[in-house]
């Protein structure tokens, strides 16, 4: 799809209308559009928060709160065909640890997903809000180990989620028992969750000589699917993309600017059996005097030795190698207690008080 330069959106591109209410023609149901929240698709299909009310038989409604609705415009055959294939399946496999599809039906304009509103937005929207853009192992625990749940639900019905990152793991609040909720996004529950800028181009903020983090389930692929043609993803694959999000979140950006890049760190922390302060140090070549300064801070731990052992079983090159969602959940790392008000704590203290669906 051809996209303008100067927005960075696809040329045919039609924003739905704050204030537009959208109805179900099969129910009656209505969905007020309030704020878009998000996008997919390469930008053709447009996310939403909207006040869903539910139609009664005297042709009242009834306010039912707030949803979380995919729209996409139904010129855009393809992907209607796939979103409408992909809700069919997320609606007939309610899984508890995944967003799950509520309902979803087609209008002469569109097709509407609708979906659990999450109040907070994604963990790697969370997280471009804070300066250091990492979360503590306590917190990583947490988080991965709630997605592990739902990857192993996926695995059980035989599919592959294919595209595990931080985008896809969501995070709501409840406003009235302020009960803490994390859910993974899977096939048609998956979208960008992050304030639309137009003035951003496709590949994502230029400030950056590394490689977005929004495409890193392409360039962060298993070996087995990055370096095939047509290859298959298979349940491993998806432990890779865990090990590689785990990255991420423990230390933010990862300093890669080709795959070479990420090969040679996963090399190294390979070799090395443990994960350094630096993985950007890992690209550098040493001298040997940096080499005996470095046999001197050996000892120096930045990281668990379970957070390690775990992401390195993880990366394994060798997929048959790599754990599966129910062996890592007992592993070490995981069966330890954690204090999800950490968590909690984390997402409610924003440096800069951002919420990706208010209405300031």
Not at 5 to 10: A, D, E, M, V
Not at 191 to 200: G, L
Request: a neutral charge.
């Amino acid at each position: 799809m051809r996209r303008s330069k100067s927005s960075g959106l696809p040329k045919d591109y039609q924003p739905g209308k704050v204030g537009k209410t959208i109805i179900d023609p099969n129910t009656k149901d209505t969905y007020l559009l309030n704020k878009e929240i998000g996008s997919t698709s390469d930008g053709c299909c447009r996310v939403y928060r909207a006040l869903h009310s539910e139609s009664m038989e005297n042709d009242t409604l009834i306010p039912c709160g707030h949803v979380t609705l995919k729209t996409i415009n139904k010129n855009h055959e393809n992907e209607c065909v796939e979103l409408q294939l992909e809700a069919h399946t997320s609606f007939t496999n309610p899984r508890g640890n995944l967003i799950a599809v509520k309902n979803y039906f087609d209008t002469n304009e569109v097709l509407c997903v609708s979906l659990p509103y999450m109040s907070e937005g994604s963990l790697r929207y969370i997280l471009s809000t804070r300066t250091q853009k990492i979360l503590s192992e306590d917190c990583i625990a947490i988080v991965l180990k709630e997605s592990l749940l739902g990857l192993k639900d996926i695995h059980l019905i035989r599919r592959v989620h294919t595209t595990f990152n931080a985008g896809d793991i969501l995070v709501h609040i409840g406003d009235s028992n302020g009960e803490i909720k994390i859910k993974l996004a899977f096939a048609a529950s998956v979208y960008n969750s992050e304030n639309i800028n137009t003035e951003e181009e496709e590949g994502g903020s230029s400030s950056s000589v590394f490689l977005d983090l929004k495409s890193i389930s392409k360039w962060g692929a298993a070996p087995e699917v990055y370096e095939k043609d047509n290859a298959t993803n298979g349940p491993k694959s998806d432990i890779w993309l865990l090990g590689i999000t785990a990255l991420e979140l423990g230390y933010g950006e990862l300093p890669v600017k080709n795959r070479e890049d990420l090969d040679c760190i996963i090399k190294k922390i390979r070799e090395k059996k443990k994960l350094p302060k630096s993985l950007e140090k890992l690209l550098k070549k040493k001298g040997k005097v940096k080499k005996a300064l470095d046999l001197i801070k050996r000892k120096e731990k930045v990281f668990s030795e379970e957070f390690e052992n775990m992401v390195i079983e993880c990366l394994n090159e060798e997929p048959e190698k790599r754990p599966t969602a129910d062996q890592l959940l007992n592993y070490p790392f995981f069966t330890k207690q954690r204090d999800m008000k950490r968590f909690e704590q984390f997402v409610l203290n924003s440096e800069n008080n951002s919420d990706p669906t208010s209405d300031n």
